[in-house]
T-cell receptor, first 109, second 115 residues
Framework: AQRVTQPEKLLSVFKGAPVELKCNYS??????LFWYVQYSRQRLQLLLR??SRESIKGFTADLNKGETSFHLKKPFAQEEDSAMYYC???????????FGSGTRLLVRP | ETGVTQSPTHLIKTRGQQVTLRCSSQ?????VSWYQQALGQGPQFIFQ???????GRGNFPPRFSGLQFPNYSSELNVNALELDDSALYLC??????????????FGNGTRLTVT
């Protein structure tokens, strides 16, 4: 069955430290992967998608089909990065996203 | 540009009752998707409406139903409420049904509590 796994419920780092939020997926077809973010008291919003291959707010994510992973990385975390992060899988350009259970990132001063 | 709006923001119902949640899609979007987010979990797909027709459905029983109107706003109806239906219900709109080129734009959600 298709599944997205985010193994860490909480990731706590100090400001300026590197960050890696892990995401693994289970799907044998052609996946599209996304990262969504929810800042405190804001709505869930798209952070980035793998097909764009761009850096948003200093975050990057590379799709590794061999390891079925799509980890989110940032070299130097900022306090404003504190939020809930969700990895999501889209199967064959279909109509539904499969979300992981989320990782709360806490960046301490 | 008007974003996705949902009403009400909070709702308390009793087991066995029925509830209707409402969503106005973002300007220019013709597709609405509904997700259920239980506490501590990621959003789970309920169904999608595209041009007033149900376009796909997740693993939810028939007592979860929906509508989309000509102005692309949408309703989620849940009959015979159960305690496990307590969750945050998210509405998301997109330009098209296929999400590969049309990312989801989410509303703030409706928090439903069933007692």
């Amino acid at each position: 069955a298709q599944r997205v796994t985010q193994p860490e419920k909480l990731l706590s780092v100090f400001k300026g430290a590197p960050v890696e939020l892990k995401c693994n997926y289970s799907y044998s077809g052609s996946p599209e992967l996304f990262w969504y973010v929810q800042y405190s008291r804001q709505r869930l919003q798209l952070l980035l998608r793998h097909i764009s291959r761009e850096s948003i707010k200093g975050f990057t994510a590379d799709l590794n089909k061999g390891e079925t992973s799509f980890h989110l990385k940032k070299p130097f975390a900022q306090e404003e990065d504190s939020a809930m992060y969700y990895c999501a899988l889209l199967m064959d350009s279909s109509y539904k996203l499969i979300f992981g259970s989320g990782t709360r990132l806490l960046v301490r001063p | 540009e008007t974003g996705v709006t949902q009403s009400p923001t909070h709702l308390i119902k009793t087991r066995g009752q029925q509830v209707t949640l409402r969503c106005s899609s973002q300007s220019g979007h013709n597709t609405v998707s509904w997700y259920q987010q239980a506490l501590g979990q990621g959003p789970q797909f309920i169904f999608q409406y595209y041009r007033e027709e149900e376009n796909g459905r997740g693993n939810f029983p028939p007592r979860f139903s929906g509508l989309q109107f000509p102005n692309y706003s949408s309703e989620l109806n849940v009959n015979a409420l159960e305690l496990d239906d307590s969750a945050l219900y998210l509405c998301a709109s997109s330009l098209e049904a296929g999400l590969g080129d049309s990312p989801l734009h989410f509303g703030n959600g409706t928090r439903l509590t069933v007692t």
